[in-house]
């Protein structure tokens, strides 16, 4: 293979994927792909699945049927080491930020530099700073995890998943609990960070207007499947109606705010019905 | 005859459960050891626990070991006294906080100060996150995060088993010589004479080796295992305290009737 068509080759890749918990499945027959360069967005209700897909692409979980591909390797088939060097190619911003709580801001930002790579201890200094000032937080390298807030422990748990400038990013909800200035910044980041690294970027996020404005292509997952894909313009455009509910924010339509009733719901109203 | 069904199947389940209990903490005990030449390369992490666990448990241990030594000193001065045998206190003193009371009572603390400390944190990490995080950034959680508690706790142990009998033994001293009158050269030669180095002090060492090997085990398996909810890690916090102290004191048995059997 050559050079030219391996950079061609998608990053990450769902081929008729299905995905879920035991024998629980909560997204069925998923083809999505991720190019170098790209930014992906990954879009649907609360508990529609998005956070399990990332959890496919990190291997986290193992995909029920069909095959998850990143950098050219089979997860599902993965021994520990090619797991690990898979995973070592990769950046996750975990939606809870998932800072280390016994080491400090600097020190989370700096720790997968210290796992990793062997690079001096000016040059630790000189790339946490030079990330974390991208998240405008250089001035926060002293603080503990418990004397910052949750908008700026987001931005520094986005500081550490980029610090090894990795091939493919994936932010679970990168733009909840942050302020508009913040929320903006941080788009552009993003945006930036994919263009100048060539790197794919995936996106687990509520948050249309944000990205839209950032994202190549988006997917929008409900009812365990993948319902449409397409580019931020084509889905405006779309006439489906679960794609405009969602996109408009409407009360009425296909997506049901009220979480559905279940038989172990309905036998345990039966056994509380005195209590009603 | 449902009742007798019951019984038996409650006591099967607890079999089994506990056997496979004991089959998972011997699979993280070698999981563990088997990840400890990699993560010893990097001391500094092995000395911060050392630190962590020994420096805060310094001051509940060397208090703990005084007030043990006043007891010591006045419970066996009472009972020699009746036999004339006063002088021997110092010994009495000696043999019984490097044999017994210096890693017994010492383990006991460690697992109510330290044991506990590392089950919660262990457990918050889950709960947080963190140790998922880790895992997905390539970094073996068992290396980085167990291995070097797992060994600054074994350090630690026998180094404040050692502080707790020499505090003990100046509680001892103070309330044998200083306060009763006994004389200060009989006292010492007496431990001087009686107490054997290898045979009283170095099991003794071993011995809360042993006990901060197990104690450090069971408080990193009930973290590494609690549910992730303030529950969770509540219930693992006491069950640290319950199944370290239970096991430091049968494991005290055991090795006792091992070491100092003639």
């Given at each position: 293979m050559n050079a030219e068509a391996h950079l061609s080759d998608p990053l990450l890749r769902f081929d008729d994927v299905d995905l879920g918990y035991g024998d629980f499945?909560?997204?069925?027959?998923?083809?999505?792909?991720?190019?170098?360069?790209?930014?992906?967005?990954?879009?649907?209700?609360?508990?529609?699945?998005?956070?399990?897909?990332?959890?496919?692409?990190?291997?986290?979980?193992?995909?029920?049927?069909?095959?998850?591909t990143a950098f050219g390797q089979d997860i599902a088939q993965a021994s520990p080491t090619q797991l690990r060097e898979v995973r070592q190619r990769m950046g996750v911003l975990f939606q809870q930020g998932a800072l280390f709580t016994d080491l400090n801001v600097f020190e989370n930002v700096a720790f997968p530099l210290r796992e990793h790579t062997c690079v001096s201890e000016s040059q630790v200094v000189s790339k946490v700073l030079e990330k974390l000032d991208a998240v405008g937080l250089r001035a926060a390298a002293h603080l503990r995890i418990s004397e910052i807030s949750g908008g700026m422990a987001r931005r520094v748990a986005l500081a550490r998943a980029i610090v090894l400038e990795p091939e493919l990013i994936l932010y679970d909800e990168p733009f909840a609990g942050l302020d508009p200035i913040s929320l903006g910044i941080t788009a552009q980041l993003i945006r930036g960070l994919t263009d100048r690294l060539n790197c794919g970027s995936i996106l687990i996020t509520h948050d249309v207007a944000e990205s839209f404005a950032i994202a190549d292509q988006v997917y929008m997952v409900g009812q365990g499947k993948l319902l449409a894909?397409?580019?931020?313009?084509?889905l405006a455009q779309s006439s489906d109606p679960y794609i405009h509910q969602f996109l408009k924010g409407q009360p009425d339509g296909p997506i049901a705010f009220h979480y559905p009733e279940t038989p172990a719901f309905n036998q345990w109203m039966q056994k509380n019905g005195g209590r009603r | 005859m449902s009742g007798l069904y019951k019984a038996i199947a409650a006591l099967g389940g607890w079999l089994t459960g506990s056997i496979y209990q004991l089959g998972a903490i011997t699979r993280l005990f070698a999981s563990i050891l088997a990840?400890?030449?990699?993560?010893?390369?990097?001391?500094?992490?092995?000395?911060?626990?050392?630190?962590?666990?020994?420096?805060?448990?310094?001051?509940?241990?060397?208090?703990?070991?005084?007030?043990?030594?006043?007891?010591?000193?006045?419970?066996?001065?009472?009972?020699?006294?009746?036999?004339?045998?006063?002088?021997?206190?110092?010994?009495?003193?000696?043999?019984?906080?490097?044999?017994?009371?210096?890693?017994?009572?010492?383990?006991?603390?460690?697992?109510?100060?330290?044991?506990?400390s590392l089950t919660a944190e262990i457990g918050l990490m889950k709960a947080g996150e963190?140790?998922?995080?880790?895992?997905?950034?390539?970094?073996?959680?068992?290396?980085?995060?167990?291995?070097?508690?797992?060994w600054g706790g074994a350090i630690a142990m026998p180094i404040l088993a050692a502080v707790f009998s020499m505090v003990g033994i100046l509680g001892g001293w103070i309330v044998g010589v200083?306060?009763?009158?006994?004389?200060?050269?009989?006292?010492?030669?007496?431990?001087q004479n009686g107490?054997?180095?290898?045979?009283?002090?170095?099991?003794?060492?071993?011995?809360?080796?042993?006990?901060?090997?197990?104690?450090?085990?069971?408080?990193?398996?009930?973290?590494?295992?609690?549910?992730?909810?303030?529950?969770?890690?509540?219930?693992?916090?006491?069950?640290?305290?319950?199944?370290?102290?239970?096991?430091?004191?049968?494991?005290?048995?055991?090795?006792?009737?091992?070491?100092?059997?003639?």
């Open positions: 499945t909560v997204l069925s027959g998923i083809s999505l792909q991720v190019q170098r360069g790209q930014v992906v967005a990954m879009m649907g209700g609360s508990g529609s699945g998005k956070t399990t897909l990332l959890r496919a692409a990190t291997g986290q979980i193992l995909p029920q049927r069909g095959t998850v894909s397409g580019s931020p313009d084509q | 990840q400890s030449g990699a993560a010893l390369r990097r001391p500094g992490l092995v000395s911060q626990q050392i630190h962590f666990i020994g420096n805060y448990s310094l001051v509940i241990i060397a208090v703990s070991g005084l007030f043990v030594g006043f007891v010591l000193g006045l419970q066996g001065y009472y009972t020699l006294n009746r036999y004339g045998s006063e002088e021997a206190l110092g010994l009495l003193v000696a043999l019984s906080l490097t044999r017994e009371l210096g890693p017994v009572v010492t383990a006991l603390l460690f697992a109510g100060r330290a044991g506990t963190q140790l998922a995080a880790m895992e997905v950034m390539a970094v073996d959680p068992v290396r980085r995060v167990l291995v070097p508690r797992f200083l306060l009763i009158g006994i004389d200060a050269g009989v006292f010492w030669s007496q431990m107490v054997d180095v290898f045979k009283d002090v170095g099991n003794g060492v071993l011995k809360s080796f042993v006990f901060g090997v197990a104690v450090t085990l069971i408080a990193l398996f009930e973290g590494w295992n609690a549910r992730a909810t303030p529950e969770g890690v509540a219930r693992a916090t006491t069950r640290t305290v319950v199944s370290g102290a239970l096991v430091v004191l049968g494991l005290d048995f055991l090795l006792t009737a091992l070491m100092f059997s003639n």
